[in-house]
Every structure is written in C-alpha cells, then in structure tokens.
C-alpha cells in the first residue's frame, strides 16, 4: 500500500544533487534576507505599537516577534498579541502575560487606594472621628501600592485627619483641666471677686467647648461633671459669701449677746429662754424674708450664739470636743488609694475605697477633705475608663458581629470568641460592669459567632468515641489473632495482618487522650503477642541477609563468573523476601547494604571495563597509527633496497599488529579491514617493483639466452663461412646486456663462456653435442610446458600425451617431490643445444609463463 511512496522516491532519485544544494541555498539566502528587513523594522518601531502587532503576527522568526514585542504596553495590544501567540510563540506570550498581570495589579492598587481615599472622605465629614478608625486607615493604606497623585491626596487628607484628632485632644485636655481647676476652686475663697471672676471665664470656656466642631467627640459625662462642678461652684461661692456675712454679724452683736447675758445672770435667770430668744428673733427673721443685711448679720449671729450655747453646755467644763484619731490601717489604706490612683489602677483604687467605706471612722477635717478629693478622682477616672470601657465594648461587638463572614477555621474561630470574651472581663475589671443591653448584645454575638465551632466541636467528640470504640473492637481482633498464631499459622500472613492492623490502627482518627493512652498500650499488648513468633523468625532471617550480604560483600569483581554468582545472590534475596519479609526498617537498612555491595562489584567491574575500554583505544590508536605509516609510506632506492625496505617495513608492522592488543569491538573489522588494505598497497608496491624487476631480468634473460644460442649457431661451418662476428663483438654484445640475478647468470655465463671459447677452433665435439641436445631440449621443453600448462601445439599432441603418462608413472613410482618450474627452466638454459625457430617461440613462451617470478 506504499508504493506510491517508493515511487516517488524513485522518480526523485534522478534530480541532480547540485539542483538540489542550489534550491536550499536559494531559500536559505531568501531567509537570511527576510530576517534581516525584518529585524530592521523591528528596530525602527520607535513605540507604534499598531506596526509592532502587525510585524509580530505576520512574521516566522522567533527574535523578531521578542524584539516587536517590546513596544507593546496598552491593554488591548497586549490581550491581542497574548491571544495570537498563546500557542506560538512562548517567550512572547510569556511577556505579554507579565505585562498585563502587572497592569492589572496597578489597577486593582489604584482602586484600593480610590476606596482608601473615599474611607478617608467619609471620616472627615463624620461628625465622631475615632482613632481606631484612622489606624485601620493607616494599616489598609499601607499594605496599597498607589501612584502620585493619589499619594498627595491621601496625605492631604491624612494632615487634616491629624489636625482633627489634634483638636479632639486638645478640647479634651482644655475641658478636663478646666474641670481640675474647678473643682479646686472652691478651697482657696480668700478673694471673692477672683473667685467669681475665674467662675465666669470657666463658664464662658464651657460655653466655647460646647460650640467647637469637635464637641460631638467630647465624652458626654465630662460635659456633665463640668456642669455640675459649675453649680456646685456657684453655690460654694454663695454660701461662703452668706457664711462671710453670717460672721460679720455674730462679731457685731456678740458685745451685745454678752451684756444681756451678764444681765440675765445677775437676775437669775438661766440661758434657756434668752438661746430661746434668739432662736425665735432669728426665726422670726427668716420667715419674713428680711433681706436687708442687718437682719441677715443678725440672724447669723443668734445662730451663732446659740450654737456656742449648745456647744458650751454639752462640753464638761466649758472645754470644747476634739476628734478621735483615725486609725492608722485606715490612714494607710488612704495612701494606697492615692497611689492606685496615680498609678492608674482603679480597680485597686475600688478595692480601697470598699475597704474605706466599710471602716468608718471619724476623721479630721483635713483627712475627710483628702477622701472626698480622691473620691472625687475615683469618680472622674472611673467614668472616663467606663466611657472608654464601653467604646472598646462597641468595637468589641462589632469584631464579633463580623465573625461569622470571615469563614474562619473552627479551632481559630474558637480561639477568636474566647479572646473576645477575655477582652470583656479585662474591661470588666478596669472599667467597671457594662450596661446590661451591651452585654446582651455582645453574649448573643459570641453565641451567634461560637454555633459553628460547638456544632464542628460536637461533631468531633461524637467521632472521638465513635473511634474509640473501632479501636477496641481492633483489639479485640489482635487479641483473637494473637491466639491463633500461637496454635501456629503462615507467618507471611501474620506480618501482613501486623502491617493491616498497624495502618487500620493509625487510621483510626483522634481519641479523647487518657483513653488513648490506655487503648494504645491494650493494641501494643495484643500485637506483640501476635508477632512474637514472628519476630523470633525474623531474627533468623536477619542472620540470613546478613550472610548473602558478607558473600556480596566477598566477590571478587575481576572473577569470570563474577555477575552470575552476584545474579544468584540477588535471586535468594528476592525469595526470602517474598517468603517472609522483614519490618520496613530492617527491610530497608538491610537491602540498602546488599544495594551497596552489588553496587561495589558492578562499580569496580565498570572502572575494569572503563580502563579496559581506554586501553583498547590506546591499542586501536596505536593500530591506526601502524595503518597511516603504511598508508603514507614512500621508498627511494633501487629496487632491491625497496624491496628491503618494503619486506621490513611489513614485517615491523605485522609484529606491532601483533603487540598492539585487542581493540574496541566496534572498530575491530573496520581497523582490520584498514590494515589489509594498507598492507595490501605497500604489498602492491612491492609486487610492482617485483614485477617491473621481473621483466628486465626477463628481457636480460631472453637476450642473453638468445646470444647463447646465436653464438652456439655461429660454431657450424655454416654460419662461420657467412662473415661470423668477432669474439670481441660477441663480447661486447654479452656485456651490453644487463647482469641477471641469481643461478640464471652463472648458468648462462658457463653456456656462453663454453661456446665463446671455441669460436674460431675446431668445434666438432662441442657441435655434436649441440645436435645430441636437440632431442633432450624438445623432451625439456615438452616436460615444462606440461608442468606449467602451456599449450604445445597439434603437431606435439601425441608426444605430450606420452610424456604426461610418463611424468605420472615417474611420480608415482618415485614418490618424489616433482621438480619445481624454476629448477626445470634453469637447467634448460644451461643446456647446450641447437635449436630451431619453432622451439626459440616455444622456450619464449614458457618463460613468459613462469616468468622468472619465483626465483
């Protein structure tokens, strides 16, 4: 179903690889070009966002879009370009998102800011301004990341929050020493007009305090202790100016009071009636409302007179009454009402004033002005510290109130109500008891706020005991499993069970805690009954690994059989596992020693095989190094030094070969394959110099057996009376002629300097021989051309038959070695004979065959 693919690739097969290296070329310079404009226009953006966009979408190249996208900033772009390269382009769309995240988050800071700007609005338009709310404003403000121009707002705003509550603090010290001041008044009446003087300006300043801007955030009971330290101060200054003229008039008539009394002595009478008298004058004067100041002074006076009477006869002896001293724990309880005050501890301060009021006592005028001046105080500050008590109380209630939209933790939210009821009876105590309908208030808030964390509270002491009585019925089962592993049961199944037992157990949930403890310790009794065979089991196969690990731990990794011996181990390991395993713990630490063992053995046959790794590329180095020196091997010389050089060169090549070692598997074929084919080019060289060798000392040989045979032709009568050469000539001829190597030269020297010692002699003898060879020489050259498989001709067909019958017969006979070519053709050229044309062409051709070449 493919072939259309192999058909294509067929039809491809034929495009010109040039074509195709020229159309890349082509597309790559094309895209070099397009990156290049590209990257030009991204440079010259200069802020459009509108081209920035366009090259973005519209380009292939990955650093051209990042370079755009840098001059993308407004919101709308940025979605744009995020939702083009979502999927593209990530570098691009991951600083687009960065962006927009970081303009959203601005935003969403300049609206926290706005709100905190309208909170601050609001509280300067409110009539009560409060210093918690400008904290919450300051905590909200600065947890807000805003920008300039909302920061000198806020700060405006902030200054003018701060002149408000200035203010407040400033009406509030002015009005509480004004009130201080008021009420000492009233003790220094030396001067009257003073006194009435500093009255007025005190109830003018009271006037001013109550139409200031701020007056709405004065406490209300100091407005009402100013007012009523205002009476109180009118009427002390009235009854001091009556007391005043009460006594002007008693140091009048007291001249007067004395005569009469001296008179009513001498008469006889008693001062009942004249005190009786008085009484009735002063009486009669007060019901008829005299005004005037005479009647005044004397109805002072006879009150006067008559107290002094009184005074006077309830005294024994005429001698005035004195006060009793007080008592000196009363004293001391009185200083340490002085010191509480001063130090701010009302309660304290209550606890004494108690104490005083329960221990009456009369005491001097001076104490008892001392009491009513630190009752006094006790009062204002308790008020202040009620009317500060129960603004907390409002903030309390409101915290509370909100409690429940806060979505709060249960455990926090417990711990929330409870810090609120704390707060309460802290302000119980330093403030005194809040008024009943706040309490209510704030009691129905905490239960309101606390109904979620009783019911989720509830909830988990319902499953405490629900899991209190899984547990037992878990102990149970331990106990009944513990029984029956002591009958005697799979071990393997009892450690499962344990391993069960222990994850059910701690899955089990919370419990309350002194039945935990007790539940735990039954649960602990009841499995290490269980697993006591278990554990005595597991001691001994403890012993087990430890021994397979001293047998790992004892390999010896250079070994042969190293690896399988450590595969053995690891199999036993494997089946004492699954035949019991041991507690995780042990498991673990155990298997992690045997871990570390094998690991030790295949980390040190890894470095073996690492180092052996190295030393077999040091030896196909080396071996690399022996094919380049016979690949770029050059010889000078003759051709026999060449051919020295050339035998050595092989053979100080093959014994380094030899001595080299093995090499990377990888490259073994192809290194030797490199090595025969550089060895074979060296060799080719040599068989070359051989060969160009071979034909010189074949052309010397064909002549020189020539000129042996002319010469022995030039001995008949014939050719001598034909104008025969010289010996000189044949001399110079034979010298002419390159020297041969080997047998060949002494051969055919021998033939030569026969044959030239009787030219010009009688020669008979020598000729007869010549003839006589003839026959011999046919029979040779038969013989060789049979050896060497050289075709005879028709005409010697039936002789080179019998000759082969004979040379097998011979050999067979004989059971000698037949002689080689080279011997067999060398004692033909020693042989002396006459020999026709015919057999001229038919020793040429043997000699081609053979060559020459083994000699």
Known sequence: MFEFIFKRNGENTGVAPAATETASSAAAAASAERREQQTQQAAALNGDEAAAVALILQSEFAGVRLQAAEHVRSLPRLEQVLQAMRNTDRRVAKLMQSRLDAIRYHEAEQRKAAACLELAARMLADEKLTPNQVAELDRQWSITTADAAQAISFASQRMALDARLQAQVQLQRQMIDALAALRQLPASMEDKAAAQAALDQYAAQFERCQQDAEQATLPKHLLTDFAAALNQTRAALAAGQAKVAA??????????????????????????????????????????????????????????????????????????AKAAAPDPQFLSTLDALEQALEQGLLHAAAEHDKWLKEHKAKLAPAVTERLNHLRAELKRLSDWARWSGNVSREELVKVVEELPALGLAMSELAKKVGSMRERWKALDAVSGHAPRSLWERFDRACTTAYAPAAAHFKQLADERHANAAKAQALIEETRAMAQAAAEGVDLKNVAAAGQR????????????????????????????QMLAPLTQQRKIEVTRREQLIQEAEQLQPTERHA????????????????????????????????????????????????????ERKAHLHAREALCA????????????????????????????????GTVPRAAEARISQRYQAAQAQVQAQADAIRRRSGAAQAHALRDKLRLCQALEGQLAPASAANGAATAEEWQARWVAIPKLGGEYEKALSGRYNAALALLGSDAASYLAQLEANRQRLLDEVLRLEIVAGVDSGAEFARERLKMQVEVLQSSLKSGQKPQSATAAYLQLCAMPALADDRTVSRIEALFRRIGGGER
């Open 247 to 320: 006594s002007a008039a008693a140091a009048a008539a007291q001249p007067a009071a004395a005569a009469a009394a001296t008179e009513s002595a001498a008469a006889g009478g008693t001062a009942g009636p004249g005190a009786a008298g008085v009484a009735g004058v002063a009486g009669v004067a007060y019901a008829t409302g005299a005004s005037d100041a005479a009647t005044t002074a004397a109805a002072a006076t006879a009150a006067a007179v008559s107290v002094s009477a009184a005074v006077a006869s309830a005294s024994p002896a005429g001698r005035p």
């Open 563 to 614: 690896l399988d011996l450590l595969k053995r181990l690891q199999e036993r390991w494997q089946e004492q596992a699954k035949a019991l395993p041991l507690e995780r713990k042990a498991e673990q630490a155990l298997w992690q020693r045997f871990r570390a063992a094998c690991d030790a053995v295949y980390t040190k046959r890894k470095e073996v095989a690492h180092a052996a790794d190295h």
């Open 629 to 660: 020196q016979l690949e770029t091997a050059t010889f000078s010389g003759d051709d026999k030094a060449q051919l020295a050089a050339i035998a050595a060169l092989l053979r100080e090549t093959a014994s380094a070969w030899q001595h080299a």
């Open 501 to 528: 037992l222990r994850q059910m157990w701690s899955r089990l949930g919370a419990m309350e805690r002194k039945e935990k403890r007790k539940l735990e310790q039954a649960f602990d009794k009841a499995l290490g």
